[in-house]
């Protein structure tokens, strides 16, 4: 079994592992690359890299549909969904310039507050903003939202996340020594890691390496306090068997809401910034770079 494991984030429904891997083994080998003094790095081979793939929980079984519906702001669904949303609004109006803010310069955090019940035109407004932020305006509309609703999913569906950290599973095997999330992905890969049961059933599993990649753990409310095992005083448990956890996030990830872990999860987390330029949310951005394949290179070492 493959000594490092990737685990993707949203909207990668339409693909699959060996898809996934296709673009992530290089994008690994080269961060690792980039990280040797020397230039080369350790060997990685076919069978040292794969990929969980868990995208086929949130479509129909069997199915790899290769149409999104028509989403508009009519269809993010008020509460989670809104909120989440919102949260990357306020995130991207702060990192980037060219984004116009909810509070639009003139009625201050206040005014951002009492209208938070009109969320139908705030929405709308937010949607229209995160075109001008330059992740996410190459993002379709509709795939924003359907990336919003696999977050909620993940969190409320019954059985979802169980599906999901199967799938993790399924790719961990005896060998695995890392194992790297993205995104969504990171929470993921945080509770398999954290799931005494699941441990329990593959005693085989000694992974002593985690890396996160533009993760959400930290935000509260949304994510962090809805982690299971449920986190205690504020503070979230420590994965099993873990003892290097490296978290590397883009000073202007909108989606890494939270860029410092450990803070919530305990000093130990070693928190990283990058700067992937225009594509601070790309999984490929984040494993070429030098400090994610030195997080990796030393996890293998352990």
Request: proline share 7%.
């Amino acid at each position: 079994m493959a000594r490092i494991v990737v685990v993707h984030g949203i909207a990668q429904q339409f693909k699959g592992a060996q898809t996934l891997l296709a673009s992530v083994a290089p994008a690994l080998r080269d961060g690792v690359t980039a990280a040797s003094a020397d230039g080369t790095g350790p060997d990685l081979g076919d069978d040292d890299i794969a990929c969980a793939f868990y995208g086929d929980a949130f479509v129909r079984p069997g199915t790899r549909a290769t149409t999104l519906p028509a989403y508009d702001e009519a269809d993010v669904e008020s509460d989670y969904e809104s909120e989440l949303l919102l949260e990357w609004w306020l995130e991207a109006a702060r990192v980037c310039p060219e984004v116009l803010g909810p509070d639009a310069r003139t009625r201050g955090v206040a005014g951002y507050a009492a209208s938070l019940p009109l969320k139908r035109p705030l929405v709308r407004r937010a949607l229209n903003a995160l075109t001008h932020a330059p992740y996410f305006a190459r993002v379709a509309e509709p795939l924003l939202i359907f990336g919003l609703k696999q977050v909620r999913r993940y969190f409320t569906e019954p059985g979802l996340r169980e599906r999901v950290q199967e799938a993790v599973a399924r790719a961990i095997g005896p060998d695995t020594r890392v194992l790297v999330g993205h995104s969504l992905g990171t929470v993921a890969a945080y509770e398999v890691l954290c799931n005494e049961a699941l441990r329990a059933s593959h005693p085989e599993w000694k992974i002593p390496a985690l890396v996160t990649l533009g993760s959400p753990l930290g935000l509260r409310g949304l994510v962090f306090d809805r982690l299971l095992p449920t986190p205690l005083s504020g503070s979230g448990s420590w994965p099993l068997g873990v003892r290097a956890w490296t978290n590397v996030a883009d000073a202007g990830d909108i989606v890494a809401l939270v860029k410092d872990l450990a803070p919530r999860f305990g000093s130990g987390v070693d928190d990283r910034e990058i700067d992937n330029g225009v594509e601070m949310h790309s999984m490929d951005r984040y494993l070429t770079a030098p400090v994610t394949g030195k997080a990796i290179a030393d996890g293998l070492a352990l």
